[in-house]
Nanobody, 124 residues
Framework: QERFVESGGGSVQPGGSLRLSCEATRSGFSNYPWAWYRQVPGKERELVACLSPITKGSTTTYANSVKGRFTISRQNAKNTLFLEMHLLKPEDTAVYYC???????????????WGQGTQVTVSS
């Protein structure tokens, strides 16, 4: 059974940094597009960062709100996805999820399953 397990969340002050990890039990890890999403209560899940399959050049795209502050990457040998987050802002507070879906039109589209997520809280 496939599982995605996110970790690394926590509470930080504005301007701080965190590194999220996602361990995935999925064969052919690098052949999928991988993405980080976030969600706050009462709002839809938001795509934060996308990493295309290795066959599509492993290109990255980011939501405008995080561009220049967040970096998505993966370690294929360990089936692990990362999200480096710097200069964190209170509006980055959310539960963060990793996901592997489909790739089309240079866009990540979400698939199943979803993990339990990891909470990131940015406040002073």
């Amino acid at each position: 059974q496939e599982r995605f397990v996110e970790s690394g969340g926590g509470s930080v002050q504005p301007g701080g940094s965190l590194r999220l990890s996602c361990e995935a039990t999925r064969s052919g890890f690098s052949n999928y597009p991988w993405a980080w999403y976030r969600q706050v209560p009462g709002k839809e899940r938001e795509l934060v960062a996308c990493l295309s399959p290795i066959t599509k050049g492993s290109t990255t795209t980011y939501a405008n709100s995080v561009k220049g502050r967040f970096t998505i990457s993966r370690q294929n040998a360990k089936n692990t996805l990362f999200l480096e987050m710097h200069l964190l802002k209170p509006e980055d507070t959310a539960v963060y999820y990793c996901n592997a879906g489909t790739w089309g039109g240079n866009v990540c589209t979400a698939g199943e399953p979803w993990g339990q997520g990891t909470q990131v809280t940015v406040s002073s």
